[in-house]
């Protein structure tokens, strides 16, 4: 089949690589436009875009998916199918109606569960055990049509959303490689998902990964990883944001501490929350590297006091 792929951010990249790699044509990319990056803030390309330069594959890069010019050159293009992963913009209808397969997007979660921007980061703070992906044919509505394929993955009890992630773009290209196969072979049929089990995933905005030690020691260690690595999960010490990498649960902790409180030992620096201290792993304070918080405490002269809010 003749493709049009949409993707922007480096989880779409696999994706694009498999179909690159298959019986199929991957004739233009459609991606975010180039956007500000770095301390210089100069306009860098997508990774989308990057690979498909490599590729030497048009792009195009609308401001809006219902620019007229952009709807034009799709038109022109006719293509078979249009796979998805990540694009990052609504798709009008004008846009929809033109491939003659529709739009196939890729999406991080066993649907209906977790439909939205954010399906991993959601999982992880909810606990889930099992998560997946599913390819379906994209409507209108949010990531509510019908379903061509599924695959599972568990998720470990220390798994990031950066970690999941990209276990489940590798293993989610393969998936849309395989629908796009059973598109043009004309042996895959949607079918319509489940009524039960719909939840929702928006966007996680940094206001969201504030921690906050008045919650059990499972849910704050669960934020943490849920935010790990955007929007990245961050508390105040002395009136600073003060950035954290996963912590570690420490029910076997042999001192009692405060929601926020610190203790720090030679080899750990434990924060005190609802339930049993965690042990704090990486740190970043405002305006400085990243460094193990056993470093940062002891650069500091700790008072009664201090503890993190």
């Known amino acids: 089949m003749k493709l049009v792929f949409a993707g922007t951010p480096e989880t779409s990249v696999p994706s694009l690589e498999a179909l690159l790699a298959s019986s199929h044509e991957v004739v233009a990319v459609v991606t975010r436009p180039d956007a500000p990056a770095g301390r210089g803030r100069k306009l860098v390309a997508s990774p989308v875009a990057q690979r498909a330069e490599e ?45 003659r397969h529709g739009w196939v997007n890729l999406h991080f979660s066993l649907l209906p569960a977790w439909r939205g921007a954010a399906p991993v980061q959601h999982a992880v703070l909810h606990g889930d055990d099992m998560t997946g992906a599913a390819t379906f044919e994209i409507e209108e509505g949010l990531d509510t049509g019908p379903v061509y394929g599924v695959l599972t993955e568990p998720i470990l009890p220390t798994d990031t959303s950066g970690e999941l992630l990209g276990r489940l773009a590798v293993a989610g290209a393969r998936l849309l490689s395989d629908t796009m196969d059973g598109i043009e072979a004309g042996v895959l049929e949607p079918r319509p998902q489940p009524a039960e089990g719909v939840s929702l995933a928006p966007k996680i905005k940094p206001e969201d990964a504030r921690i906050d030690w008045t919650a059990p020691a499972h849910r704050v260690d669960r934020l943490v990883r849920a935010c790990t690595p955007a929007p990245g999960a961050w508390t105040a010490f002395r009136d600073q944001r003060l950035k954290l990498g996963p912590v570690r649960p420490a029910p076997d902790a042999e001192v009692s501490l405060a929601p926020g409180e610190l203790h720090v030992t030679k080899k750990a620096v434990l924060a005190g929350t609802a339930t049993h201290p965690v042990a704090l792993g990486q740190v970043q304070p405002q305006g400085k590297r990243l460094m193990n918080a056993a470093d940062w405490a002891r650069g500091l002269d700790l008072t009664a006091k201090d503890a993190l809010h």
Do not use: M, N, T
């Open 55 to 99: 590729a030497g594959i048009e792009i195009l890069r609308p401001a809006k998916a219902r620019d007229p010019e952009f709807l034009d050159r799709l038109r022109e293009i006719a293509p078979d199918c249009c796979p998805v992963v990540a694009y990052g913009a609504l798709l009008p209808r004008e846009a929809l109606d033109i491939p």
